[in-house]
């Protein structure tokens, strides 16, 4: 990892510096998951050990916005390694816990503006939706990630107040994003709000899935445009531009500047 860093470097102008770097992986989580790449406490240490070489400076953090995002691959693990319903809230307290703790490491670091994303509701992705033939969100899920959001929010809030600078700290309320589309698809030109573009042909294969003889056994619909999902887990970039303008409604600009 550290040392793709080191051929990134070389390869990439350092014009595009300003414009910042990303340090997530896909899949993985506050703590370790089933993805091999490292989770956010080592996520951010990468980004220290460019800080120690100088690539970006103390001037270059201070005018700059730190984004951290949790997205719930912790709590899919946790359900995939047999966690519990009943020891649901008390995992979601440590995953809130570590990530206040990564939040007061990036500001330890030299930020002065951090923004961390809600959890976004996991019971209506299409992969708990399938149970209901993806006509309804799964309340029990999406009761969770409001304990995960209110966690996060009382937990910012406590921040901001021992700090001396009460905005150092937000939240991007990515949950009321996503609702308000679910909500109102056709004021989005959404047509199909649960139910995935792309899906296994049967229940034993996903999007992208192929056999052995790499025959593709995956359906895309003729119209992402008109979906709000991609695959089980992700919208579509349709999806996504909805929540963002539904952000930008609520002031996703005064919130990063």
């Known amino acids: 990892m550290l040392e793709s860093f080191e051929v990134l470097k070389k390869i990439v102008s350092k014009q595009y510096l300003k414009y910042g770097m990303n340090f997530a992986y896909g899949g993985t989580g506050v703590f370790d998951t089933f993805t091999s790449g490292p989770n956010m406490t ?18 270059d953090l201070s005018k700059s916005i ?10 899919n693990h946790y359900l995939a390694t047999n966690g519990s319903l009943p020891g649901f809230p008390s995992f979601i307290a440590s995953v809130v816990k570590q990530t206040t ?40 899920f999406n009761d ?15 921040l901001n107040q021992e700090t001396n600078d009460h905005n150092t700290f937000t939240i991007l309320d990515i949950f009321d994003g996503f609702e308000s589309v679910l909500n109102h ?14 899906f296994g042909v049967s229940s034993e294969y996903s999007c992208g899935s192929v056999d052995e003889n ?18 089980g887990l992700h919208p579509t970039q349709a999806g996504w531009n909805a929540v963002y303008n539904e952000l930008e409604k609520r002031g996703l600009y005064k919130i990063l500047y």
């Open 101 to 140: 703790t990564n939040l007061i490491h990036l500001q330890s670091i030299g930020f002065k503006r951090i923004v961390v994303g809600a959890l976004q509701p996991l019971g209506c992705l299409p992969l708990t939706t399938a149970q209901a033939s993806f006509q309804s969100c799964n309340s029990t």
């Open 42 to 59: 080592a996520q951010i240490d990468s980004f220290n050990q460019l800080i120690q070489e100088n690539v970006y400076t103390p001037t």
């Open 185 to 198: 698809p056709s004021s989005h030109n959404i047509k199909e709000r649960l139910k995935p573009c792309c």
């Open 144 to 158: 969770l990630v409001a304990l995960h959001n209110n966690l996060l929010n009382q937990s910012v809030t406590k």
């Open 214 to 231: 790499n025959v593709k056994k995956y359906l895309v619909c003729e119209n992402p445009e008109s979906t709000f999902f991609w695959d």
């Open 66 to 75: 730190a984004y951290v995002s949790v997205a719930g691959n912790d709590y």
